[in-house]
């Protein structure tokens, strides 16, 4: 699967964005779906993600993001609202095997990536 993140920008704290993740290749339906995001100097870290069983979120993002996808449109989605200057950085979108699975916080169970998409909150 291929994945293409889109939706960043510049926005200022306390606003909202929302980021998609559309997928081609093999059924959307297939996979769970993880965001991540990596700030400048820092590790790459876990948002939240969606699979068969529920979402998951990082505990720095929970009541704030929201992750949903719609698979007629093979797109998965993170609405992020309350954004904090400290949520700044190129988030990406992950695909891993099997629907039915936990969500997995841990980035190398994704084996498929899309190429990030810059959020920058301004205080």
């Known amino acids: 699967v291929q994945l293409q993140a889109s939706g960043g920008g510049l926005v200022q704290a306390g606003g909202s964005l929302r980021l998609s993740c559309a997928a081609s290749g093999r059924t959307f339906s297939s996979y769970t779906m993880g965001w991540f995001r990596q700030a400048p100097g820092k590790e790459r870290e876990f948002v939240g993600g969606i699979s068969l069983s529920g979402t998951y979120y990082a505990d720095s993002v929970k009541g704030r993001f929201t992750i949903s996808r719609d698979n007629a449109k093979n797109t998965v989605y993170l609405r992020m609202s309350s954004l904090k200057p400290e949520d700044t950085a190129v988030y990406y979108c992950?695909?891993?095997?099997?629907?039915?699975?936990?969500?997995?916080?841990?980035?190398?169970?994704?084996?498929?990536w899309g190429q990030g998409t810059q959020v920058t909150v301004s205080s």
């Open positions: 992950a695909a891993k095997n099997n629907p039915w699975t936990v969500v997995s916080t841990r980035s190398d169970e994704y084996a498929y």
